[in-house]
């Protein structure tokens, strides 16, 4: 499988993956910016990409990103769409965070696409669990 990917910008760089094995690849600003702190900002890949059919991706936080308080949000690229991938960075540090053309800011993570059909349910179409209705912190430390 390919994915295809077309630079929108003289700084754009392909993605790419660091190690064999790895997971996701990694994901390039093509533009300068300032995230100030508790600040949210799109930052420009300058790439577009065709996903292989049946596959779409998200975008996740690269560990040195949040090591620095800084984090991915939203991040969801269906296999439909041509537009520029953008990185939505949040910082949450106390400093604000310099983004340089060519930093590594992101991973793509490639997923497959399930179609699922919907039916609704009453409660005695849905079997109970061990786990239950038991929500955050349910598991333990």
Known sequence: MLLKVKRLSNQARLPV?????D????????ERCVLKPSEQKAVGT???VELPEGWGGF???RSS???NMIYTSAGVIDNGYRGEIKVVLRNNSNTSFA????DKIAQLIPIPITNWGIKES????IRDSDRSINGFGSSGK
């Open 122 to 125: 009453d409660a005695s179409d």
């Open 65 to 67: 990103m949040a090591m």
């Open 17 to 21: 993956k660091a190690y064999n094995g």
């Open 59 to 61: 975008i996740k936080d």
């Open 99 to 102: 983004i340089e053309i060519g």
């Open 23 to 30: 997971l996701g690849y990694d994901l390039y600003s093509a």
């Open 46 to 48: 300058g790439i577009t």
